[in-house]
T-cell receptor, first 120, second 114 residues
Framework: GAVVSQHPSWVICKSGTSVKIECRSLDFQATTMFWYRQFPKQSLMLMATSNEGSKATYEQGVEKDKFLINHASLTLSTLTVTSAHPEDSSFYIC????????????????FGPGTRLTVL | AQTVTQSQPEMSVQEAETVTLSCTYDTSESDYYLFWYKQPPSRQMILVIRQEAYKQQNATENRFSVNFQKAAKSFSLKISDSQLGDAAMYFCAYRKEYGNKLVFGAGTILRVKS
């Protein structure tokens, strides 16, 4: 139980284009999802927190107009990197927190496998 | 603000031996959660173990156990009978009881020698 998927697992795009990454909780409903960015051999940096049906809360320094987050349902959140540039190249990870009784622990975040974005 | 410190950037252990990874944190809260996550070369974050601060008993999961010292704000992870598959980056993380955010440490790379 508590499986989170991400799609795509890797993507290469040209500078100036937009890229959408999907995050799905496969076997539970997630009231809250999180988006992280990770550089090689570094820790995870929280970008934003999203709750189903409401606007995402962005961390300080994260451009909300560049990193669009939509949490349309209890099992799907998307991150769109708009007008991507080489400096946006990174590993993006989502996580989901259980939110319903009978499901996985609401105290724990379950992580997706990550998406490697390369912007040329 | 809460902070999590992992003072060991890298550790090595011989296969079948025991290793302890250190983690300290700073908080003024009395109730919170602590976690150890493992990130192998695949980069999939895997929950290893979690501890509720109100529980005095140290959490254990098979070969993994923690030494939770609340007064000292210390939360170390002990891996017994180390296996090659334990080689990974290990992250210690903190969350307030009613909070959303995980605060991560910088991570410790664990190498397992055969």
């Amino acid at each position: 139980g508590a499986v989170v998927s991400q799609h795509p697992s890797w993507v290469i795009c040209k500078s100036g284009t937009s890229v959408k990454i999907e995050c799905r909780s496969l076997d539970f409903q997630a009231t809250t999802m999180f988006w992280y960015r990770q550089f090689p051999k570094q820790s995870l940096m929280l970008m934003a927190t999203s709750n189903e049906g409401s606007k995402a809360t962005y961390e300080q320094g994260v451009e909300k107009d560049k990193f669009l987050i939509n949490h349309a349902s209890l099992t799907l959140s998307t991150l769109t990197v708009t007008s991507a540039h080489p400096e946006d190249s990174s590993f993006y990870i989502c996580s989901a927190r259980g939110g319903t009784s009978g499901g996985p622990s609401t105290d724990t975040q379950y992580f997706g496998p990550g998406t490697r974005l390369t912007v040329l | 603000a809460q902070t999590v410190t992992q003072s060991q950037p890298e550790m090595s252990v011989q296969e079948a031996e025991t290793v302890t990874l250190s983690c300290t944190y700073d908080t003024s809260e009395s109730d919170y959660y602590l976690f150890w996550y493992k990130q192998p070369p695949s980069r999939q974050m895997i929950l290893v173990i979690r501890q509720e601060a109100y529980k005095q008993q140290n959490a254990t999961e098979n070969r993994f156990s923690v030494n939770f010292q609340k007064a000292a704000k210390s939360f170390s992870l002990k891996i017994s009978d180390s296996q090659l598959g334990d080689a990974a980056m290990y992250f210690c993380a903190y969350r307030k009881e009613y909070g959303n955010k995980l605060v991560f440490g910088a991570g410790t790379i664990l190498r397992v020698k055969s």
